[in-house]
């Protein structure tokens, strides 16, 4: 088969899926019949990415596709099925379809189904852009892509009414000035505006690489010669705009705050979004310029390191910031977001750490395969965690955390899928995670000897705070939280079944893991005295969270936690007020010429002058004689004068 | 034998004969001699055609009188005719609801309406055609007039107060236009483009200051605010357009001796950011929703400016721009209609939660939003060229850079906070009974969404930039 009809199916099946039922928008019977019709078309895509992953060639330059576009600029469909590409192309569609398959029974009956759908669907189809271009315009239009559904389904429930199941933070409360809770339609303001601050800065980054490159292909572009052309400070520019873009996609500090209101879509977004695509996107799109730029060949490119320690640190802080965050979450979706955003942290953190580790497997280097895997193992996990909360959402009717061990009982398989999820992502011997983040141990741990030891610290106290914000979050849900006032446990078979999907991919992980020859090393630094502490404190710590979920002398500083350390303040509070005062300004200004031009001054000095001649059309002769004569004198006067200053 | 000309007195004949229909029929007529030539000008965009119409010769200075097409007015007519073509259908609910209102028999007075929009469209399609100055100073002037009797006989409370504001205004451009025109007549002892070799720095100060008027520039834009609030709605799409075409006649003229741009490019630039940035801030300080599109108008034309600075890639940038803006700007424009045709909302204050009421239009909104944010529609190309304009010109230069990056990114800011604040949230003023959206108010601006993400895409993306390189190609900053 021609890959670009494949390469055609894949984009456009999900979004070609999702017109009939836009189309039907205004037949409540068609709208809906018709969702299953868009799952069918991501499943297209499921199958020809599986297609892809088996079939495609990995190697350059034969897994560069490449198609006209504006050939004469170097503007070009370009794919690529390079290793990264290949596994996050699987990872993302499975994703999409096991939600899709949830969302079914999930949205059911709800009041915004087209534009739900259409917007799941393309976002869908965006993602799968930004995972298979190698044009760095082609991955910028799904970037975008990403960027208008993500608004469009975080605003889903546009009409602000439901206060208990959609908004973010305790309706009514205020802290300061500010109101400390956020209703859908600023859940999505407040995303775009962020991601667009983010969007821009990438934008001209890569009109840059474009300039001084020739090329946008990510795997064609002489990095090493286009940072040598650059200089320093430009390659600083370049390469920190560009990470701007990613920064704010993947909700980095201090670009947080959009990821945590962004909870006010459904939780099939949340769980799409928000933990296995959307802000993975930048976290693999700098995995991906990672893998070509190979800044471990580049050590002495004035820049370079600058630009990495701050990915580096930036990473490791919002790792450490978000894990915090969640530890002082009542909500449960909330609680989840700033896991994830602290999850991303650390992919940051492993990638960048390649600019110091050298060690390669099957030509791959160590830290960038951490940071995918991690990335891969963090989407099925967290994503199934989210679809659990969308199901007790359901079930109890609130959003904040609730649930006791009868309770548990009664919803035994979004228990157990709550236990598979957080047990493998944490870190717990021997469990998936606790495979890739003892790599990722090993890897900070080089770093302590090449560059500084703060990396292995901030590493190891995020993964033993992450353990306990799980814990916690089984227990409060599960085990020892207030007993729930209202339980609707029956049915939902079709979200059991999207959870129950989502999670079993842990086990394919874990089966990898052990199976596939690059990954051999995670197996290797398992094994290692270090990782093993780490498991055991991760243990520990998991252990301790499920056992004391909640700390009432701790109550002050589990505020500021859930306050989100009064980050909101950025966001709502000093940018805006910065930026009406400038727009008060412009606005006394405009007034200002708006009188001066059209209201009173000109048009009075108009009036005055017009007033003024026709103050002289008298309609007698002897006035305009006047006039005549007067000027005629004038005349006289002034030219003698002239006449006698050039006499003299 | 061209066939352009052919394509160019439809509209014209359909000008003269709507007067005598009915409005139904006259609407579809109106927008039909629109969309006939928007094919033929896609045609001959997707095949390269450019085309010559001789017209008649007079004795010099005047020389040559001709009609032309390239790359560069097939773009921009392509956007007059898509435009033109949609609004016209706008035009039939709203003018409906704007006769009842002001109590005038529909019949009768749709006729002089039509007969004045096509007019107005006609002009613009003719002027960004001809090859004389001559033409393009009289088409200029026939824009002013058509809008200046739109907005007077059917703009609202202060229409008449309006007209003459506009008018006086537009007396600027125009008297500074054909001054100019005169010296390069003279200067090159034709008006004839194709017989231009040489701009003096007076004659281009002197169009360049008329013209910013005309964009218009902050500081002499008070105007717009006016003209887009008390206007009737449909013909502010035409507006746009006509404004806009200030950046064709500066690009003609820079494609025949650029020396002024090039001596104060870097004011030119300030100016033009600073403008840009300043309207886009004015935005979030307004409370009538044409008013507050009026000073994104300033802001999205100062795109415009910008990239007339930036060499060859930013020209390419300000005829995209122009498509992008021409699209969005006048599908939100058309928001506005529908919200004053449904329920004579104008007043931010009383919006909120629209979306329950008039969720095509709403949605439409959408689109419009993103044409201006240059989000997966044919502003991102422009976008992307102006930007590769500023690095290709200023290098990585951060005072330039900082600015611009600012300004692409205040218009989502204001743009999405504007769909929130009219279309989402809970409703500020209850709606007594929800209205039947008419077709009429929402398909076409659908029709301009869905073009304006097919123009990012091939075939026409690439004919549009290769015919714009042929044409514009060969110009280093």
């Known amino acids: 088969m021609n890959e670009w009809i494949l390469f055609l199916i894949l984009f456009l099946a999900p979004i070609i899926s999702s017109v009939p039922i836009v189309l039907a928008y205004k037949s409540k019977e068609w709208v809906n019949r018709l969702p299953p019709l868009s799952v069918l078309g991501i499943f297209i895509s499921v199958l020809v990415s599986i297609y892809i992953f088996f079939c495609a060639p990995t190697d350059l330059p034969a897994c560069r596709f490449s198609y006209p576009w504006i050939p004469e600029l170097g503007i070009n469909f370009v794919f690529i099925t390079d290793y990264l590409s290949i596994h996050m192309g699987v990872v993302t569609t499975l994703i999409a379809f096991f939600i899709a398959i949830y969302g079914l029974d999930y949205m059911k009956g709800d009041y915004r189904l087209p534009w739900y759908w259409f917007f799941f669907n393309l976002f869908t189809a965006s993602m799968l852009l930004v995972v298979y271009s190698d044009n760095l315009f082609l991955l910028f239009v799904g970037w975008e892509g990403l960027g208008a559904a993500s608004w469009g389904l975080i605003g889903h429930w546009y009409k602000d009414d439901d206060k208990e199941l959609t908004y973010v933070g305790t309706v009514d409360r205020k802290v300061g000035p500010l109101n400390y809770f956020w209703p859908p339609s600023s859940g999505g303001w407040r995303a775009i505006s962020t991601i667009r601050f983010g969007d821009v800065p990438m934008f001209i980054a890569i009109a840059a690489i474009w300039v001084f490159a020739g090329n946008l292909n990510i795997s064609q572009i002489g990095w090493g010669t286009l940072f040598g052309t650059v200089g320093f400070a430009g390659t600083i520019i370049i390469l920190l705009f560009f990470l701007i873009g990613l920064f704010t996609k993947s909700a980095q500090v201090p670009f947080s705050e959009w990821l945590m209101t962004a909870m006010t879509g459904p939780t099939t977004v949340s769980a799409l979004l928000h933990s296995a695509t959307m802000v993975a996107a930048g976290a693999y799109v700098f995995m991906r310029i990672t893998w070509y730029i190979e800044p471990w060949t580049l050590n002495g490119v004035p820049g370079l390191e600058t630009v990495y320690i701050i990915a580096l640190f930036v990473g490791l802080i919002s790792g450490l910031y978000g894990a915090l965050v969640a530890l002082g979450m009542l909500e449960k979706k909330v609680l989840l977001a700033a896991t994830t955003m602290s999850s991303l942290g650390l992919m940051f953190g492993a990638t960048a750490a390649s600019y110091w580790i050298h060690a390669e497997v099957n030509g791959m280097n160590i830290a960038v395969l951490v940071g995918f895997w991690y990335l891969a193992t963090h989407a099925f996990a967290k994503a199934s965690l989210f679809l659990v909360s969308g199901h007790l959402i359901h079930a109890t009717h609130t959003r904040f955390a609730v649930g006791d061990l009868e309770f548990g009982k009664k919803m035994k398989v979004a228990f157990a899928t709550t236990i598979i999820a957080t047990t493998f992502l944490v870190g717990i011997p021997p469990l998936t995670a606790y495979w890739i983040k003892s790599a990722m141990d090993h890897v900070m741990e080089h770093l302590a000897t090449e560059y500084s030891i703060l990396p292995l610290i901030l590493l190891l106290a995020t993964s033993i705070i992450y353990s306990a914000v799980l814990a916690r979050f089984m227990s409060t849900n599960f085990i020892k939280g207030e007993k729930p006032h209202v339980a609707h446990v029956e049915g939902g078979g079709l979200m059991k079944a999207g959870y129950v999907m989502m999670v079993s991919m842990l086990f394919v992980i874990f089966y990898l893991i052990f199976t596939r020859s690059e990954l051999k090393e995670f197996v290797h630094a398992g094994f290692e005295p270090l990782s093993i502490a780490v498991g055991i404190a991760a243990l520990a710590s998991f252990g301790i969270a499920l056992y004391k979920p909640r700390m009432p002398s701790m109550q002050k500083f589990s505020t500021v936690l859930s306050d989100r350390m009064y980050f909101p303040y950025l966001n709502d509070y000093f940018c805006p007020k910065i930026g009406f005062f400038i727009s008060r300004i412009c606005d006394c200004v405009n007034r200002g010429l708006d009188g001066f031009c059209n209201i009173w001054v000109m048009p009075g000095l108009f009036k005055r002058i017009s007033g003024s001649i026709r103050l002289i059309q008298t309609g007698q002769l002897n006035r305009y004689v006047q006039i005549i004569l007067s000027l005629v004198m004038a005349f006289l006067i002034i030219a003698t004068i002239v006449m006698g200053v050039m006499l003299v | ?477």
């Not at chain 2, 909302?345 to 201006?372: C, Q, T």
């Open chain 2, 1 to 477: 034998m061209s066939l352009l000309i052919y394509f160019l007195l439809l509209p014209l004949i359909v000008t003269c004969t709507v007067l005598f229909m009915k409005p139904k029929p006259a609407t579809y007529l109106a927008a039909f001699s629109f969309i006939i030539p928007f094919f033929y000008i896609l045609h001959c965009l997707l095949s390269g055609i450019s085309e010559t119409f001789h017209v008649m010769d007079f004795a010099a200075p005047v020389g040559e009188i001709y009609m032309f097409s390239d790359a560069v007015s097939n773009a921009f007519g392509l956007a007059i005719c898509a435009v033109s073509a949609m609004v016209a259908f706008v035009s039939l609910p709203y003018m409906q609801s704007r006769l009842e209102d002001m109590k005038l028999d529909m019949d009768s007075e749709y006729r002089k309406y039509a007969f004045l929009y096509c007019l107005f469209a006609t002009s613009m399609l003719w002027l960004i055609y001809s090859g004389s100055l001559v033409f393009v100073y009289t088409f200029l002037e026939i824009g002013v007039i058509s809008a200046f009797l739109l907005i007077f006989l059917y703009g609202y409370e202060k229409r008449r107060w309006t007209s003459i504001l506009y008018f006086v205004w537009m007396l600027i451009p125009g008297v500074l236009a054909m001054l100019s025109f005169i010296l390069i007549g003279v200067d090159n002892n034709t008006f004839a483009l194709k017989g231009l070799s040489e701009v003096s720095m007076l004659a281009w100060a002197i169009l360049f200051i008329g013209l910013l008027v005309k964009f218009p520039a902050i500081g002499i834009h008070s105007w717009l605010p006016w003209t887009y609030e008390q206007s009737p709605t449909p013909p502010l799409g035409l507006l746009i357009l006509a404004d806009g075409l200030a950046g064709y006649i500066l690009l003609r003229i820079y494609l025949v001796d650029s020396c002024f741009i090039d001596v104060y490019r870097v004011p030119i630039l300030a100016y033009a950011l600073f403008s840009g940035i300043y309207a886009g801030f004015s935005v979030f300080r307004q409370t009538n929703y044409k008013r507050l599109l009026g000073y994104s108008s300033i802001s999205q034309m100062s795109y415009m400016l910008v990239a007339l600075c930036l060499g060859s890639y930013g020209l390419m940038g300000l005829v995209i721009q122009y498509l992008s803006h021409s699209f969005g700007k006048s599908i939100l424009l058309m928001t506005a209609g529908g919200i004053i045709a449904l329920y004579g909302m104008k007043d931010l204050g009383d919006m909120g939660g629209l979306h329950d009421y008039m969720p095509e239009i709403s949605n439409a909104a959408v689109i419009g939003w993103l044409n201006l944010g240059g989000i997966l529609t044919v502003g991102m190309l422009g976008e992307f060229f102006i930007l590769r304009g500023i690095v290709e010109t200023f290098g990585l230069n951060l005072w330039v850079i900082i600015p611009a990056v600012f300004l692409f990114m205040l218009s989502v800011w204001y743009g999405f906070y504007m769909l929130k604040k009219i279309f989402y949230g809970r409703p500020r003023s209850a709606v007594r009974e929800t209205k039947h959206v008419s077709g009429y108010l929402y398909i076409p601006l659908v029709i301009i969404g869905l073009l304006s993400v097919i123009f990012l895409f091939p075939p026409i993306a690439p004919a549009l930039t290769k015919g714009l390189e042929i044409v514009i190609g060969g110009i280093v900053p």
